[in-house]
């Protein structure tokens, strides 16, 4: 790449960023890294990356592996700016990615501290309408598990906090009412809604989420989701 500042590198490797081409811009972002290492600006781009190779990834344990070197490049970077919202927020959103895939006992490992990244995104920017989207699906997922898991998992692992599809509408609510135009919001919302049994409601908002054009990168998977919950309220 030639003798490069670290801001011409992020120039570079922002160039294929915003085109959701994740490993082109990692080798300018890797490289600005070894130019400026510790730097939060950053690791939270880097994290971001890795995030948006788990969607493409074709396999359970590629995006898991991705998921974790996301996380190695966001944990430091909101450590280095616990007053920076960005950063903490990467953790967040690296957690919110990467619970499905975990085991189980990860997953109760993982949610409190997934919670608290939210919690701290959330006290630094309280109009974030990712952090408010994350803390739904919190409270949606914990919602899901059954009574008999629940109790399996105090035994097991020490316990689950307490969630509800409520909440989880709650903050789905608040997240539209920011940021309107992000369709996961309202397909979010839509699959609360049917776990509540607000069946017409959930088309609505289902419905206004489909017809939404695709922006971010993993806008098509969430838009299957939509579709695969429209054929259960049928």
Not at 29 to 43: N, T, W
Not at 114 to 138: E, P, Q
Not at 203 to 229: H, S
Request: glycine share 6%; aromatic share 6%.
């Amino acid at each position: 790449m030639g003798a490069q500042t670290a801001d011409e590198l992020l120039k570079k490797g922002e160039v294929f960023d915003q085109k959701y081409e994740p490993g082109e811009a990692l080798k300018f972002y890797l490289a600005a890294d070894k130019l400026e290492p510790q730097s939060v600006r950053i690791m939270v781009r880097i994290a971001r990356q890795y995030r948006h190779l788990m969607v493409g990834a074709s396999s359970k344990e590629e995006k898991v592996r991705f998921g974790r070197l996301a996380l190695t490049y966001a944990k430091p970077a909101a450590a280095l700016s616990p007053n920076d919202a960005e950063a903490q927020l990467a953790v967040a959103i690296t957690l919110g990615k990467l619970m499905p895939l975990l085991t189980s006992k990860e997953q109760v490992e993982t949610s409190p501290r997934l919670r608290t990244a939210v919690d701290k995104t959330l006290r630094l920017d309280a109009r974030n309408d990712t952090a408010w989207h994350i803390l739904g699906r919190w409270h949606r997922t914990l919602a899901e598990i059954s009574g008999m898991k629940r109790a399996l998992a105090g035994v097991v692992y020490g316990g689950l906090p307490p969630g509800s599809f409520e909440e989880a509408a709650k903050c789905l609510e608040t997240a539209i009412s920011i940021n309107p135009t992000r369709l996961m919001h309202s397909i979010e919302l839509g699959r609360v809604y049917a776990q509540l049994g607000r069946k017409d409601d959930a088309r609505r908002v289902l419905a206004k989420g489909l017809a939404m054009p695709n922006l971010e990168i993993d806008d098509p998977e969430t838009k299957e989701r939509a579709r695969e919950e429209l054929k259960r309220l049928r």
